[in-house]
DNA sequence: GTATATGCAAAACCTTTGCTATAGT
DNA sequence: ACTATAGCAAAGGTTTTGCATATAC
């Protein structure tokens, strides 16, 4: 866990302001919820999230879970990693960063953008389309994963 | 339509090849999917493709273009792209590209891997992580989508 | 008091699976 | 002939929706 408490506060006093800016109700259950998306650098699924928030909230429905997901997608509280086909991956870094992910067990690590050197165009874009923002995927095999441990170790 | 029949062909070929190196068998409906997939450059979904496939083989089913989808994937004839959440895009480009996608209407487009400097790390990779291969997404508007000419168009 | 959000159940959506018949080698 | 594949229908998993009740403002 690279989260430190002081970045969780600040995350939530984002989140509080967000939320008023944008008419948005401060129910338990959305706090609740975004606390745990954004105390966590796992990047999980809303069932993973879901299963964290009921041992805070026993009754909460998943329904509630994808509904808030949704909404602070929309109000860009939190952003969805791309992965392929399976599960939503949530992401509550806003900083600017990239994703290494092991394509064994999914892990997904953030890597701060200062950890590379600025990707650069050769040549010209097509025709037209505006870049907002990029982000690179490194692909691979984590520590846990990787064959050095895996060799010595039962699947 | 950046590909040419030359290129089809070629990966027509690799097909053909890849299947009888694995064992497996040149169905009419196999070699339809692959070439449907395999002559586009838009990143088909299934149910797209299926659409397509449909109009050569009116009796073929989803299943069968899911399970073809499936193989090809784990041969190494298709590469899935990391979209956000939404339906499998397939990616029958196997040279080291990257994509622009659309954040508003969802089309991929390729950038060759020439058309970038090399990307570059600055420090230190999280320990044990191995990288095996990177790719770069473009988020913005194509074209179409862009604001200079949606202003004049209706929505 | 009014607007918004929750919880529940049902639906929608995408993908996978099991099985029998069919086609490829 | 033997083995792999197609087609069908049914199931599985994830996400969304509609509506009545409860909560925040």
Sequence with gaps: MTMTLRELDQRMDLFRSRCMERGLALTHQRWVIYRILAG????????????????????????????????FLDVGLLQEVGTSGQMMRLDANLDPHHHLVCVRCKAIQDLSAEGLRPVRLKGRLPKGFRVERFNVTFLGLCGQCSPRYTASTRH
């Design 40 to 71: 966590t650098d796992k990047h999980l699924t809303p069932e993973a999230a879901f299963g964290q928030i009921r041992k805070q909230i026993p009754s909460i429905s998943l329904a509630t879970v994808y509904k808030n997901i949704k909404t």
